[in-house]
């Protein structure tokens, strides 16, 4: 027979603004197993679904309570649209009853978040460990939804919660992106993606209760993690898609699973608040079953409290518990008074299921006992305490649901009389109120003074209502006359009066212009202070003062009260103020005077302003001008222009001279600048028949002139590109100054790239293979060849490499240039070369093959080109004519001799720069002093740095000579420059604190006095300048004096004065003093020009080839294998 007990519940659900009806139905059958369903409606009028009475089997302990008790089952059961508990008692079904119950594969029970040994399921992160769950139409949400788990993750990544959508389309899904990374992705219905969600929120090797939330009306998508929430962001309102089955730990198609341990996993089809997803996390820890004699423990998380639902002893199942059974339907009437004296309201407990404990409903039969729980948040504190009443009704522990009642005692009243407050999650609740109060006043209020009077209406005893009046006594006086009334024992309503005997009042304080008083008022009785405070654009001495009343007169110090502030003091033309500060107060003085700097005068020179009572009072004075310049000098072949029409010219105009044709100056112009009444200019300046500034092609580097530039002097040029690659594109490497004082040729073109895109040569090896090399020292140049092609990227892109072995002729087979096209390849065929070596040395055949086969194969026109030839011996052709071809056609060629057969001078014939030879004195040499990394460095565009070696007298600091001169020699600026440049040096540049720092103890430990350094101008306005033509600008390095930031008048040479702390000052350029010369390396090893060619060796004139462009290469600031000259590794 099947019966069925319902309950229905009624609530509001404040997310969707509507009144929410839900029925839970149990049924049960006659063995006495059960099923539960859970309906939710809109109507009063609930219909049982037949989803239930569809299922096979309806199996499980009965729990004979209603739901609803507590907010945690209102939240957490009825309401999820699907709840799989995933442990021992449920496995993978929908305990909602919707019927969508997971199929399991490939997983194993393990310990679970709430303590039990199989309350979860592992999955092992692999494609056949997953669950898979139908979706009937009931986990499509559609709109609004909540997905809770309890999560352990052991993995990387991998889906927990996946809509598998069709032909592997995206839908809804919750994932780990990473060991510590939550990924919610609500998609849309239509298949598009709206921004992810994220948080790195995971703790690995432990449980996390997550959640991921989506709410369709404000379109905001959020993580949750343990109840409390991560992050909250808005991706839109729309559909999702949630159509399709669910995959629980992998995704169709996917190769990234889930490794790790999942738990009670629900899906609810709107937003959960923060307090239902708190209540949410311990919905599958509510059952727990103890067989005869066993114990029965229970333990609930911290922070939370058990709360006992129900509770069998007895049995009502054959199934439960095997043993000795002659009923089924029995069960002890104390059972849930046993077990919730023991557990309700503890945090844990512990009960032994036997008759002992319980007494014995049914003699015989072996007995279980079966508990229903939840766990809540703590229990309340004990709850408010109100005057005049009495609690009942509650009792400590003091749980979530219990409420204690309060009522008014005999003698006290209240509105209303009676009132109560109910513990929810942690507080007390309960509509606002007073307590209670004793009925009416006993005795009248007291006076507070001998000067106040209290007039009652009527005697004591006092009803609620009744008024007495406070006023001052006779003799006293003071203000209004009070009132308060009696309200439930007590004497309500406004201040006192203030009364005073009539002796002890003052009259009115004192007044003081431009003050505010406070902190009195009237009367003004004995003892009262009153202070008076400056107002806002005032100013007094003090700016405070106070005056006290006693015995009817005010005292204090003496005070002449504030007077008002002057605004901003006037401007005069041409002139400084100093002296005074805002604000300005009276009787402050301001002081100007004629701007000296500006070149300024006035009559007089200076006058004052001095503020009086908010006014500036001072002699009549209409300020300063500036002096004015009568025509500029004249220069021998220069005509000048200035930026004001004629004579007389104001300060600050500024004249340009320039040079006549046929005359040239270097730089091409010059200025003198008005100033005080006097020209001044910036330096020396004279036009002369001789060529100008020779042409800065950018890319490229002057050498070899300098100026002044006379007729037939030529300058040299070379591309160049700090760090990167040049190549010479166009143009003359050579310009020479004509008789018309202009420059032969047209400019340099280069080319430049940066570094990253230098490395793209063709490079072609030339080995020897003859007879006097063995098979073991071949191999080591194998080994050579190697690991130098192993330093570059290989590619038609990047860099080409070809291998020739030649002994009296080249030996096939070769390895041409485009012969492969990757590392891996190039790199096999050079290791697979034979090692059995023959014959004679004749390496000037061997060059004219890679000139006039080998370069034309695969070569290409924009790559620079390289030859390395490794021989140990001496050629037995001629070097020379092949060598002379492949410089003239712009290749670079390394020459690299082994052993001590080498001769010196084939080496140097075929290297087109010095620091290309390189000498061992064994083939292991290519192994131990890091040839491979030297060579890529200058094939690579970075030349290895000379070493730097000072001249003699100069000593060095990172990289920089310096000379100091010795105390005696003292010389002035000019003169110690021009010291300098005739050792090739300059008036030391400083442009860092590190330099700075040297050169101080250098001179402290000579010691030297005040010490030029380059730094100099001619007038204040123009910037400074170092000797090497850079101006010191703002951000640059200095070490000024705090009162010495620029050249003063008259002053325009630089020093270091040990006296001023061995700062920088400024002083006349012809005093004598000690002085710094800094030498200036000359650039080294300039390229050869292409071109060049022996006429023994040239190729044939119906033959054209293209010039190789050249690898012009820079040394860097630093480098970590400098090898000696000519490379001598012996």
């Not at 061992?920 to 002093?929: I, K, P, Q, T």
């Not at 600031?1117 to 001598?1128: C, I, N, V, Y």
């Amino acid at each position: 027979m099947l019966y069925h007990e319902a309950t229905i519940f009624i609530t509001y659900d404040e997310t969707h603004n509507q009144t929410i009806v839900l029925l839970q139905t149990k049924l049960v059958t006659a063995d006495g197993d059960y099923c539960l369903l859970y309906v939710k409606t809109h109507q009063e009028t609930v219909s049982l679904s037949p989803a239930c009475l569809q299922r096979a089997s309806c199996r499980s302990a009965v729990v004979r309570r209603g739901l609803g008790d507590t907010e945690s089952d209102f939240v957490s059961t009825w309401a999820a649209v699907g709840l799989w508990p995933l442990n021992a008692r449920y496995g993978a079904s929908d305990i909602t009853g919707n019927g969508n119950y997971g199929t399991v594969s490939g997983t194993q029970l393990a310990p679970g978040p709430f303590g039990d040994a199989d309350g979860s399921f592992q999955f092992s992160g692999t494609a056949d460990s997953y669950i898979a769950i139908p979706n009937n139409g009931m986990l499509d949400v559609r709109y609004s939804y909540t997905i809770l788990a309890h999560i352990f993750p052991t993995g990387d990544i991998g889906p927990i919660f996946d809509y598998a959508g069709n032909n592997g389309q995206w839908a809804v899904n919750f994932w780990q992106l990473s060991p510590q990374t939550l990924q919610s992705r609500p998609v849309r219905r239509d298949g598009t993606f709206p921004p992810d969600v994220t948080a790195n929120v995971l703790q690995q090797n432990a449980w996390n209760y997550v959640g991921g939330r989506y709410d369709s009306t404000t379109g905001m998508a959020s993580i949750w993690k343990d109840g409390a929430l991560v992050v909250d962001r808005q991706i839109g309102v729309a559909e999702v898609a949630t159509q399709y089955p669910i995959r629980v730990a992998v995704r169709a198609g996917d190769n990234r699973y889930y490794a790790g341990r999942i738990a009670c996993l629900q899906l609810y089809n709107y937003a959960m608040t923060q307090a239902q997803i708190a209540a949410a996390r311990y919905v599958c820890n509510r059952g727990a079953r103890a067989c005869k004699s066993e114990i029965l423990s229970i333990q609930c998380p911290a922070g939370q409290r058990i709360n006992i639902v129900s509770a069998l002893f007895g049995r009502t199942s054959r199934q439960l518990c095997p043993g000795i059974i002659h009923t089924t339907n029995c069960s002890s009437p104390n059972g849930l008074a046993v077990v919730r004296s023991s557990c309700h309201g503890k945090s844990s407990c512990s009960v032994l299921a036997h008759s002992s404990v319980f007494g014995d409903p049914c003699f015989g039969t072996d007995k279980y006992l079966e508990v229903e729980f939840n766990c809540i948040l703590s229990a309340c504190p004990s709850p408010p305490t109100f005057d005049c009443t009495t609690v009942s009704g509650c009792s400590a522990p003091y749980i979530d649901g219990e409420t204690c009642t309060y009522n008014c005692n005999d003698t006290c009243g209240g509105s209303p009389s009676t009132m109560t407050r109910t513990c929810r999650r942690g507080l007390w609740y309960g509509e606002a109120w007073r307590g209670c109060f004793p009925r009416g006043c006993q005795t009248a209020p007291p006076s507070p003074s001998s000067c106040i009077e209290v007039i009652c209406s009527s005697g004591a005893p006092y009803n609620n209502g009744d008024r007495c009046e406070f006023r001052c006594a006779p003799n006293c006086t003071g203000s209004i006359i009070t009132s308060k009334t009696c309200n439930n024992g007590h004497w309500d309503g406004g201040l006192l009066p203030r009364c005073v005997p009539e002796t002890s009042v003052c009259r009115s304080p004192p007044s003081f212009d431009c003050t505010t008083i406070s902190d009195c008022i009237a009367p003004y009785i004995d003892g009262d202070t009153c202070t008076y405070r400056c107002d806002d654009g005032c100013t007094g001495s003090p700016s405070t003062m106070t005056r006290t009343c006693i015995r009817g007169r005010w005292y204090g110090l003496p005070w002449k009260g504030c007077r008002e502030n002057c605004e901003a003091p006037p401007t005069f033309p041409c002139s400084v103020r100093s002296g005074c500060d805002s604000p300005y107060t009276s009787g402050e003085t301001c002081t100007y005077q004629c701007d000296m700097y500006r070149g300024c005068t006035g009559s007089p020179l200076s006058t004052t302003r001095t503020c009086n009572d908010g006014d500036w009072v001072g002699p009549r004075w209409r300020g300063c001008h500036a002096r004015k310049c009568g025509s500029p000098p004249t220069k021998r072949w220069a005509s000048y222009t200035c930026d004001e029409p004629g004579s007389p010219y104001p300060s600050g105009t500024t004249c340009t001279y320039r040079c006549r044709p046929g005359c040239n100056a270097r730089p091409a112009t010059s200025t003198e600048i008005c100033y005080n009444g006097r020209w001044y200019t910036r330096r020396k300046w004279k036009c002369k028949k001789r060529c100008g500034e020779p042409p800065s092609p950018p890319c490229t580097k002057r050498f070899g002139c300098a100026p002044s530039y006379t007729y037939g002097e030529s300058c040299s040029y070379r591309c160049y590109n700090k760090g990167g690659y040049a190549m010479e594109v166009s143009g003359d490497a050579i310009r020479t100054c004509q008789k018309d004082g202009t420059w032969s040729g047209t400019d340099l073109v280069c080319e430049c790239k940066d570094r990253k895109d230098c490395c793209r040569p063709d490079i072609i090896f030339v080995l020897d293979y003859s007879g006097s090399i063995s098979d073991s020292e071949f191999q080591q140049m194998k080994d050579f060849v190697y690991e130098l092609v192993r330093r570059f990227d290989i590619g038609p892109l990047d860099a080409q490499v070809g291998v020739l072995r030649y002994n009296w002729n080249p030996i096939a087979p070769v390895i041409q240039l485009d012969t492969y096209d990757n590392k891996a390849d190039l790199l096999n065929a050079i290791d697979d070369l034979p090692t059995t070596t023959g014959g004679g040395t004749r390496t000037g055949v061997a060059l004219t093959y890679v000139a006039t086969t080998m370069l034309s194969t695969g070569n290409r026109p924009d790559a620079p080109d390289v030859v390395i030839v490794l021989t140990d011996g001496f050629s037995a052709d001629s070097v020379t004519g092949p060598a002379l071809l492949l410089h003239g056609m712009g290749v670079q060629t390394f020459a690299i001799g082994v052993g001590s057969c080498v001769n010196d001078a084939n080496l140097h014939e075929i290297a087109n720069c010095r620091d290309h030879v390189y000498k061992l004195a064994d083939f292991r040499g290519l192994e131990r002093h890091g040839i491979t990394y030297i060579i890529h460095r200058q094939i690579c565009c970075d030349k290895l740095q000379p070493k730097v070696t000072c001249p003699e007298n100069y000593v060095s600091f990172k990289g920089t000579c310096l000379r100091f001169s010795q105390p005696h020699d003292q010389q002035g600026f000019e003169q110690a420059q021009r010291t300098c440049r005739a050792e090739g040096s300059r008036l030391v540049v400083i442009k860092s604190a590190t330099l700075d720092a040297f050169i101080d103890n250098q001179i402290k430990s000579i010691p030297l006095d005040n010490t030029w350094i380059g730094l100099s101008t001619t007038f204040p306005a123009i910037p400074d300048e170092w000797t090497d033509g850079s101006t010191l600008v703002a951000g640059d390095y200095s070490d000024w004096e705090p009162y010495q930031t620029d050249m003063a008048p008259g002053e325009f040479c630089a020093d270091i004065r040990p006296g001023y702390g061995y700062t920088w000052n400024t002083d006349n350029c012809k005093v004598h003093k000690n002085y710094i010369c800094e030498h200036v390396a000359a650039p080294c090893c300039p390229r050869p020009r292409t071109g060049v060619s022996d006429p023994g060796y040239t190729l044939s004139d119906d033959r054209t080839y293209s010039l190789s462009p050249p690898l012009n290469c820079d040394a860097p600031a630093e480098e970590t294998l400098p090898p000696p000259d000519d490379h001598e590794y012996m």
